[in-house]
């Protein structure tokens, strides 16, 4: 069973609740990121999400100490999931699920989810970067490493996900941005599929934004990806 979770990119609480209107039957959860943070801070992203279960995608990243006092400081917050990017290392990826274990209650604990390569990186994004291989080789590489290192989850593109699967088996939980149904225009997005592609390739949740939030009738195009999961 493949989830979907809603993208609220948005800095409008407005916006957002009434994206959730439409659309958030079809959704399992929804997420707001750093635009919204920032913006509105994370006591109005807990407020925003309601009864929905939250995604807060703030893709931490920075040395071991900071990240784990980052993540206790989102306790209060109770999110659903959280995200850190493998690239920060063992050490960093370690000390955010120490402040998980740590600062969480036992019931409230988020899903710590590694970030491995954006899916706004094709291969010759990743070299440039200075990254040797192809985002395949390179999302193995960080989502084994995350994996040892205590995330409970990694985010990768549709098309690492039978790789991983078949290189770390079925616990890591999977969650996948880069769904563009069929009839999408070609945007940021690089390493996409269709929600039916995700969800035949295993990916335990997918994650969709502008396909819902940009559509005419957000509250049909979240339907129809629901019923593709189906
Ligand atoms: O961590 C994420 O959620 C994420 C990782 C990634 O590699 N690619 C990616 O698109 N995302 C997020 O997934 C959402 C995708 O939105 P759309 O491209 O509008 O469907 C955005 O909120 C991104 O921040």
Redesign the pocket.
């Known amino acids: 069973m493949t989830g979907l979770i809603l ?1 609220l ?1 948005t800095t409008s609480p407005e916006q957002a609740r009434e994206w959730v209107r439409l659309a958030g039957t079809a959704c399992g959860a929804v ?1 707001l ?1 750093l635009e919204f943070t920032l913006a509105r801070g994370v006591s109005e992203a807990v407020a925003t999400a309601g009864t929905h279960r939250l995604f807060l ?1 703030l ?1 931490l990243h920075d040395i071991p100490n900071t990240v784990r006092s980052a993540v206790r400081a989102l306790a209060p917050a109770r999110p659903f999931m959280l ?1 850190v990017h493998a690239g920060g290392g063992a050490a960093m990826i370690a000390a955010a699920r120490e402040a998980v274990e740590d600062a969480f209650e036992a019931d409230a604990r988020p899903i710590l989810l590694a ?1 491995t390569v ?3 990186l094709d291969a010759q994004g990743l070299h440039e970067a200075g990254v040797a291989g192809g985002p395949r080789q390179q999302v193995l590489r960080l989502g084994r490493l995350a994996m040892e290192h205590g995330a409970h989850g990694l ?1 990768c ?1 549709p098309h690492e996900v039978s790789p991983l699967r078949d290189a770390l088996g079925a616990s890591p939980l999977l969650v996948v ?3 563009r149904p069929a009839d999408s225009a070609a945007d940021d ?1 690089k390493r996409v599929m269709t929600p039916a592609e995700a969800r035949r390739a295993g990916a335990d949740w997918i ?5 819902i939030t940009r559509a005419a009738d957000p509250a049909a195009a979240a339907a129809a990806i629901a019923e593709e999961l189906a």
């Open positions: 993208a990119d997420k990121g995608d893709k995200t970030v954006l899916t706004s985010v593109s941005p880069g769904i997005q994650v969709v934004g502008r396909p």
